[in-house]
């Protein structure tokens, strides 16, 4: 039996359940986001080889801090909003077709990266896409979350906050007032209609996106957009610049950071480092 975790407050918990029921040999466990880590380290040491998490980015990253590093392979069942590593590695997005693939797939090494040694396996990012969640997850409560995104985008466009940030890339320092820095996990798009999306087959490493200052909103809305959504058609490039690299580290005086797609909170300096075949993910 493969254990399988599920968010017992996802929206789609019951979907997912039904599904992993239909295909069998799972052994379900509705476990509550907060004990999510503590769950999969406990399979793990019960002697589990493959374990499954049904859930968004932010539960998959969580699950795989605790599973990478290991022979474990991890199996996911996409139960989020947008499902970057599901889509990337060309899962199922059907609930029932997914947890086929999860009990009968093979296992493929999947790069990720950690700041300040938490692990993450899509983006982060700093600056403005931090006020845009916010925003959205107190609009998202009375109006839905696609709705929610647009107005906290309007909002923040309104009126955009930027900051002082030093970046430090291959022991060159740069200084930048941005409103926004993104960090990818693998080589990113930088042309258009595909700003921020993972490229097939790209080079590996982290891809670290800085926007200019005198750019405009403009460009901060397609900034916005790399970090949100991976990122839906554009109309315009706007005014980055970009690095592929190990690692780097970012100075800020502010905490807050997204983490795929969550907001964490860590100490500065951001410390970021490029790991290499850390996880081992079920795919068809």
Known sequence: MIPAFINSRA??????????????????????????VQHVKSAIADGARRILVAGGDGSIGSAAGAIGGTAIEMAILPCGTLNHLARDLSLPLDLEEAARVAKTGRSVPVDAAAVNNRIFLNTSSVGAYVSFVRARERLERRVGYHIGSIVAG?????????????????????????????????????????LGARVPGGKTGLHVMVVRRRSGARAVALGLAAAARGVEAVSRTPALDAFLVDSCRIERRARSLSIDGEIVKLPPPLRYRHVPAHLRVVVP
């Not at 039904?18 to 986001?33: E, S, W």
Request: aromatic share 6%; charged share 25%.
């Open 11 to 36: 929206g789609n918990a019951e979907e997912a359940r039904a599904a992993l029921q239909a295909v069998g040999d799972f052994d379900i466990r509705d476990v509550p986001a907060a004990t999510l």
């Open 154 to 194: 309007v909002q923040l466009l309104v009126h955009m906050p930027t900051f002082r940030v030093t970046v430090e890339v291959e022991h060159v320092t740069r200084e930048y007032i941005t409103p926004l820095v993104f960090i990818g996990v693998g080589e990113r798009e930088l042309r258009l209609p595909t």
